[in-house]
């Protein structure tokens, strides 16, 4: 829903937009104020001064071995959500009066902590009677990643547990040039992590990260890419069975190394391809698995190669944040958009593509 913002549009404006995010076991509540000194632009993109107020985050973490089940993470969402909202308030120094919407993640994720987290934010809304904005959460990273690194108009890599995506921006719209057919690369590193039993604190595919570090000898495992998309599923199944049945003679630490080394070379592949073609220098890394510090390496050794340059964020923003669906609900309510209640409703599969990105040109 759009509403009228002409009389706006000439004068100064501030917009303070809380965020709420809980599409998988992080839970995030961010306070983000957007500064226009001279009003909304009717016709530019919108490049307002940022100003991050407030981004906490609370992890649901199960035992080492097993994974996470939504309605878990639903109830561990729903036993903190006010505290971190409190929290939030605290330390950006305001009261529910100082706020001008409320943001939250209408999608992609797991269904029921989402809609722990849209109840939340329903009831936020007609409490505090202020305006709901549902975000993209894919979106919500790139916009993110976009304010903090300053990246102009890149191909963006989109790498966390629920996604894999190469994305380009045209016309208002984040286009996929590439995808997973699968599953996703932090879904990959994940469900390994559990086959070695590794931590789950502060996240498995960290502790990966860590093991591949030690790891010197290379294993050959299946390279799936097909076209501009990329394939996990087999390269999961045959690191498993390695696991399991030949671990005498290949160590963890050498088979996270491997699983790393060839599943990032798949992504970097992809994504210079999108480059190629759009004839553009800059990458941005968005998502948790883009923290890793080995993925960024060789991501940005191909950009070298290309003149280009490689933009990524730290563990603040990668991982899943309340700040990043702030940032975007803001931009898009500058522009009038806003979620009437019944329609506030969640959904599991929300592409990229289908956001009209009206805050761009």
């Known amino acids: ?35 226009y000194p001279t009003g909304v632009p009717a016709d530019t993109e919108l490049q307002p001064e940022m ?33 971190l909202l409190n929290q939030a308030l605290e330390d950006a120094k305001l009261t ?3 706020l001008h919407c409320i943001c939250y993640t209408k999608g992609p994720g797991m269904g ?46 989109y790498v966390s547990g629920g996604n894999t995506q190469v994305i380009a921006y045209s016309q208002q719209t984040y286009r996929i040039f590439g995808e997973t057919l699968d599953i996703a690369i932090g879904n990959c590193l994940d469900r390994f992590a559990r086959v070695l039993k590794l931590p789950n604190d502060p996240s498995p595919g960290y502790n990966i ?15 799936t890419v097909k076209g501009m998309d990329v394939s996990f599923s087999g390269i999961l199944s045959f690191i498993e069975k390695l696991a399991k049945t030949e ?29 190629a073609h759009i004839g553009s220098k800059e990458v941005l890394v968005v998502g948790g698995v883009g923290c890793n510090v080995r993925l960024q390496e060789m991501m940005g050794q191909m950009a070298k190669e290309r003149e280009g340059k490689v933009f990524a964020t730290d563990m603040r923003y990668c991982i899943d944040n309340g700040i990043m669906i702030a940032q975007a609900g803001a931009l898009a309510f500058a522009r009038g958009f806003t979620t009437p209640i019944k329609d506030s409703w969640i959904t599991q599969r929300f592409r990229t593509d289908q956001v009209h990105v009206e805050w761009r040109t």
């Open 51 to 83: 100003i991050e107020l407030a981004n906490v985050r609370d992890t649901y973490n199960p035992p080492p071995g097993e994974g996470f089940l939504p309605r878990d993470v639903a109830a561990h969402h729903r036993a903190t959500i006010i505290t």
């Open 112 to 157: 029921a902590p989402l809609q722990s987290v849209a109840l939340v934010a329903r009831t936020l809304s007609q409490i505090w009677m202020l305006p709901l904005v549902g975000v993209n959460h894919c979106v919500g990273h790139i916009e993110m990643g976009r304010a903090i690194t300053g990246a102009e108009n890149p191909i963006v890599l």
């Open 96 to 98: 529910p009066k100082d």
């Open 247 to 275: 671990a005498d003679k290949y160590t963890p630490e050498d088979l996270c190394y491997s699983l790393q080394e060839t599943m990032f070379a798949m992504l970097v592949e992809i994504t210079e391809r999108a480059m």
């Open 209 to 223: 990260e860590q093991y591949a570090k030690r790891g010197s000898k290379y294993i050959e495992l299946p390279y």
């Open 1 to 35: 829903m759009r509403m009228s913002t002409t009389e706006a549009d000439s004068k100064a404006r501030t917009i303070v937009a809380l965020g709420l995010e809980g599409s998988a076991n992080k839970l995030g509540v961010g306070i983000v104020k957007h500064v």
